[in-house]
């Protein structure tokens, strides 16, 4: 199988304490898990590892399934590695994998991995048809030689648990301070600039125009404050995502006018981190509007970055 392939890049040393799951995101709810997968691990003497799915399994297990990631799996797993854990392995769900039993994949984690606790949380379920549920696994531990550590799941001031889903769910609105609230970081979106159509240029507003990957999860429809990483150096930014209404051009565009740069920058990166949402798209009568419009939308911009220069990142 595939998967035994990849868990045997990483031989951990010793007995090990493993978490499973896609972890995208590695949101604040993660984070409380991946704390406790530490702590049980330096109680116990063993190393902390995660198995992160390279891919969510419902893309396999429904074709038709169009999900956009929160990071790319680059990101992720240096996200992951950054919570103190020993080691972190990237896996491959694949059909094969999704008609594994709960107790074969158990077995297998046991014998490639030496793994000897398990921590999850209590909605956690693995297995063909997910059988392995928190239920079963507690009644297959004893047996298998494993310990198995249920972690309670972290909740959002409204009472709902965080989720990644929860997340998508406010990007999807525009609602960035809260996705940062949940994540516990600023959303980042890195992408390269490529040429557009030159609108902005015209209006005395020149914008990079980001093309970012396919498979990431965009911001709702709208005008941001974001800050734009170039080179190592950080600027201020007027970000706009979704279509161009005025002009009825194209499809949804990510394109940011980069406050205070006036380099030639086609080609190369920006990684831009979102702060809070100006406004909704709209469609302006007149040339001039959409200018007053934007010369609003930049002086907010640097109303809101200069304040937030004084605030943790």
């Not at 990079?208 to 965009?218: G, V």
């Not at 990510?254 to 702060?275: M, P, R, S, W």
Request: hydrophobic residues 40%.
């Amino acid at each position: 199988m595939r998967i035994q392939a990849e868990l045997g890049q990483t031989p951990p040393g010793r007995g090990s304490a493993l978490t499973v799951g896609v972890f995208d995101g590695v949101h604040l709810g993660h984070r409380r898990l991946l704390s406790e997968l530490v702590a049980e691990a330096s109680r116990s003497g063993l190393a902390a590892g995660v198995l992160t799915f390279r891919n969510h399994p419902t893309s396999v297990l429904r074709p038709d399934f169009d999900l956009r990631y929160l990071t790319t799996l680059e990101s992720r797993v240096r996200l992951l590695e950054s919570t103190g854990v020993d080691y972190v392995i990237p896996v491959t769900f694949d059909a094969e994998l999704s008609r594994m039993g709960a107790p074969s994949f158990i077995s297998m984690l046991r014998e490639r991995l030496d793994m000897k606790a398990l921590v999850v949380g209590p909605d956690f379920a693995m297995g063909h048809r997910r059988g392995g549920t928190t239920a079963a696994l507690s009644a297959l531990a004893p047996e298998a030689g494993f310990e198995l550590k249920i972690v309670e799941p972290l909740h959002d001031a409204s009472g709902h648990p965080v989720r990644s889903s929860s997340v998508r769910g406010a990007l999807a609105a525009g609602e960035v301070r809260r996705v940062s609230d949940l994540l516990g970081r600023r959303l980042a979106l890195k992408g390269k600039v490529v040429a557009g159509y030159g609108r902005g240029a015209s209006l005395g507003y020149p914008t990079a125009n980001l093309e970012t990957l396919s498979c990431l999860a965009l911001p709702g429809d709208g005008v941001y404050a974001a800050w734009a990483s170039i080179a190592g150096r950080r600027y201020m930014s007027a970000t706009s995502i979704g279509a161009r209404p005025t002009f009825g051009e194209g499809g949804r565009a990510v394109e940011a006018f980069i406050l205070d740069y006036n380099e030639d920058i086609y080609g190369g990166d920006v990684e831009l981190e979102f702060v809070d949402r100006l406004r909704g798209q709209i469609a302006f009568d007149s040339v001039e509007a959409l200018q007053d419009q934007m010369r609003d939308d930049v002086n907010r911009v640097r109303a809101i970055l200069t304040v937030g220069c004084a605030l943790p990142v």
